[in-house]
């Protein structure tokens, strides 16, 4: 009876002791995996991107990448490298890009690319954070005189194959009943080239690409119009392969932080000011004078004041590559903060 006791009390000790190992070790910092492990060796991040498309990644006659996905990649390489310029951009078609990633060659995909069930569930990758609300529509010549896309019966339609946007096509005009004809290309550059030659009547792909084609490509941007209709939900997003959920997590929370930063007033301009002195909980958890997150991600303290200082938050981000004093000229819209109407809502970094 007595030996019993004993065996009880005695466990009921050694409870509490086990009790802190595991909390313990739930506390540990967390390794970032075999991805960020590659990437510190390399010394930079490689991004798979577009082959151009204005506004999103495309580069200058001097080989400078500029544009929001690029923008995005060279905050998750100054998080993770301290500097964001340590990226090296591979462009890929709409063909590659999947297997790109797949096979390792690059480390994000960052390639203005639809967030759909299809490639979320079969493609062994993992879609990140929504870092622009899109949605597909119509590039016609004003001389058409057509003022929606309703009145496109019997229109040849250029788009680019390998995308949704040809599904998209298909999908929309069998459910309004109107007979077109679509002409697809292997690339984005020969399909709207056919289109500004005259062999199509119309383009169509995602409408913020739509925008900085007929800036760009059109002898004449003021002889085209964007019809008024979006026929998709084309959420763009970065993906990362599967089978690194740490490397998944890092990406994911970058994003998250740029857009948190907006919400709380965090700019490139004001981020060191605000690291050395708000008193705000939430601004020092993300400048890295608080409470440190950056060790659950298995990084430094510092991880998104640096993204910050590289690029800046979403919404300078947006301004400068997309917004309406750029040369796409797009409004925010859809892509606002949630606090004024939009969708973008930061996780919150805690």
């Not at 709380?264 to 909980?281: C, E, F, Y």
Request: proline residues 4%; aromatic residues 8%.
């Amino acid at each position: 009876m007595i030996s019993s006791f004993r065996l009880r009390f005695s466990r009921a000790r050694l409870l509490p002791a086990a009790l802190v190992i595991l909390l313990a070790a739930a506390a540990t910092p967390v390794w970032a995996g075999k991805t960020l492990d590659t990437l510190r060796q390399r010394g930079t991040l490689k991004c798979g991107v577009t082959n151009g498309v204005a506004g999103f990644s495309a580069p200058d006659t001097q080989g400078h990448w500029s544009g929001l996905d690029v923008d995005i990649c060279r905050a998750v390489a100054a998080a993770v490298l301290g500097d964001g310029h340590k990226v090296e951009f591979v462009p890929l078609n709409s063909k590659q890009r999947f297997s790109a990633l797949q096979a390792g060659e690059v480390d994000i995909l960052a390639r203005n690319t639809t967030w759909t069930l299809s490639r979320d569930a079969a493609l062994g990758l993992n879609f990140t954070t929504v870092t622009y609300y899109d949605g597909q529509g119509f590039l016609i010549p004003k001389k058409l005189k057509v003022t929606s896309a309703k009145q496109l019966r019997g229109a040849t339609i250029c788009t680019q194959s390998g995308t949704t946007s040809e599904k998209s096509i298909a999908d929309w005009f069998h459910t309004q009943n109107i007979p077109v004809k679509t002409v697809v290309f292997e690339n984005f550059e020969a399909a709207y080239k056919a289109f500004f030659s005259g062999r199509c009547q119309v383009f169509s792909t995602d409408a913020s690409a739509l925008a900085g084609l007929r800036n760009k490509e059109a002898a004449h941007p003021g002889d085209y119009m964007i019809l008024p209709e979006l026929i998709s939900k084309e959420p763009l997003a970065p993906a990362v392969r599967r089978g690194d959920d740490e490397w998944f997590a890092i990406v994911k929370w970058v994003s998250n932080a740029l857009i948190e930063a907006e919400e709380l007033g965090i700019t490139q301009a004001k981020a060191d000011a605000l690291k050395a002195s708000s008193k705000d909980p939430a601004v020092q958890r993300i400048l890295g004078s608080g409470e440190d997150m950056g060790k659950l991600l298995g990084l430094d303290k510092d991880w998104a004041y640096h993204a910050i200082k590289a690029v800046g938050n979403y919404g300078e981000i947006f301004e400068r590559n997309v917004g309406p004093k750029s040369a796409l000229g797009l409004p925010r819209g859809a892509n606002a903060l949630w606090t004024q109407g939009g969708l973008m809502y930061g996780l919150p970094v805690r």
